[in-house]
């Protein structure tokens, strides 16, 4: 009886102390550096979840790399959602503050992104809930930058920055292409 | 045991095994030894209190040290509050709370103000010495931010409402200076929270 309390009590003791190190280091982690998380939707077809719901894709974010909010036109970000705080969305950075852009269907024909704002849209437009319905979302919202695609393993690649030729800003885009490469 | 591991160490000592059982050899072997181990624990222990404290200010609440005279009367410039974290991850945020936010152009700022209107409410746009009151609707998942110094605030009448992801935390104590320390007072300008 005595040795059961005293294994007992020794295992409930290791446990709080690995508990203790494990959860704070995991939620910093994920907070910090990087986060895992499951594409849903056809929004961002055919860069993620090309076959749609049968096998939706599974996403590295790289936290770290945003953490002075520094996003390049074309990567794919984690947006927290301005309509509603709980949800995330994983949109194209179409332009960051300071560019014109033509909207599609938005209430203004052409928009200059605000300091401090991006412009963002889903590759597969029309089946997007993006800019283009509630306009430029703050910087103080991205979540993560999207850097590999991790699963199924068939897919597994690095995410390369692109914008697409027809939804790229219509000023100073020759200027901002040598800023893309630092 | 030692020698020989000292001898292993140390394979291309030339100059016979009476260096090789030197004792100042082995002995410089275990004090290298213990210098790596207390290293490695000193990491993992500063790994794991950083974690920890990351957790508490993330999750629990922060001290936050106020400049500014758009919340004066109720905080003044460099007053020290305590700022829970809580509340916002579990969407307890509610008319009348002063809360931090980031500040919607430039997220590397922070502000101080108090929520007057939720998702779907009405609030005044207009200043309190307009003759026209104006009148709006807070969209979905936004809020409505002013400072309590109505005359010398740039917030929600300025740059409309913002998002409920860009609030950080709700500020519940103040902490300095020591003769207002407590609970914050209640907005100067109640008639405005419709």
New interface residues.
């Given amino acids: 009886m005595m040795a059961q309390t005293g294994f007992g009590r020794r295992y409930f003791k290791a446990f709080v102390s690995g508990f203790f190190v494990a959860v704070p280091v995991t939620v910093t982690v994920l907070d910090r550096l990087a986060y895992v998380a499951r594409v849903e939707g056809a929004s961002m077809q055919p860069s993620l979840n090309p076959d749609g719901e049968s096998s939706p894709d599974v996403v590295l974010l790289n936290r770290w790399s945003v953490r002075n909010y520094q996003v390049h036109r074309g990567d794919i970000v984690s947006v927290l959602s301005p309509k509603d705080p709980q949800q995330k969305i994983i949109k194209r950075v179409i332009g960051i503050e300071g560019d014109f852009i033509k909207t599609l269907g938005y209430k203004n024909r052409y928009v200059r992104v605000p300091d401090g704002h991006l412009w963002i849209e889903g590759d597969h437009h029309g089946h997007s809930f993006d800019s283009n319905t509630f306009g430029p979302v703050s910087l103080g919202l991205v979540h993560g930058r999207a850097s590999h695609i991790i699963w199924p393993p068939s897919r597994w690649q690095r995410i390369e920055p692109s914008v697409p030729l027809e939804r790229r800003p219509l000023l100073n885009w020759d200027g901002a292409t040598e800023d893309g490469d630092d | 045991m030692d020698t020989s591991k000292v001898c292993q160490l140390t394979p291309w000592d030339t100059r016979g095994y009476s260096t090789a059982l030197n004792p100042r050899f082995v002995k410089t072997g275990r004090m290298f030894r213990g210098f790596f181990v207390k290293t490695i624990s000193f990491v993992g222990y500063t790994?794991?209190y950083?974690?920890?404290a990351?957790?508490a200010f993330?999750?629990i609440g922060e001290f936050v040290s106020c400049s500014g005279p758009s919340m004066e009367p109720t905080i003044t410039n460099h007053d020290v509050v305590f700022s829970k974290r809580v509340s916002r991850h579990l969407?307890r945020i509610q008319k009348g709370h002063i809360v931090i936010a980031?500040?919607?152009?430039?997220?590397?700022m922070n502000i101080c103000k108090r929520v007057m209107g939720l998702e779907g409410d009405k609030v005044c746009t207009s200043g309190p010495s307009d003759v026209f009151k104006t009148h709006t609707y807070v969209?979905?998942?936004?809020v409505w931010l002013e400072g309590d110094n109505l005359r010398n605030s740039t917030d929600s009448r300025s740059y409309g409402p913002?998002?409920?992801?860009?609030i950080r935390g709700r500020v519940c104590l103040k902490m300095w200076p020591p003769h207002s320390f407590g609970v914050l007072a209640e907005s100067p300008n109640d008639g405005r929270i419709l």
């Fill in positions: 790994v794991q950083g974690c920890i990351h957790c993330e999750y969407c980031k500040s919607p152009f430039d997220p590397k969209p979905r998942g936004h913002i998002p409920y992801a860009l």
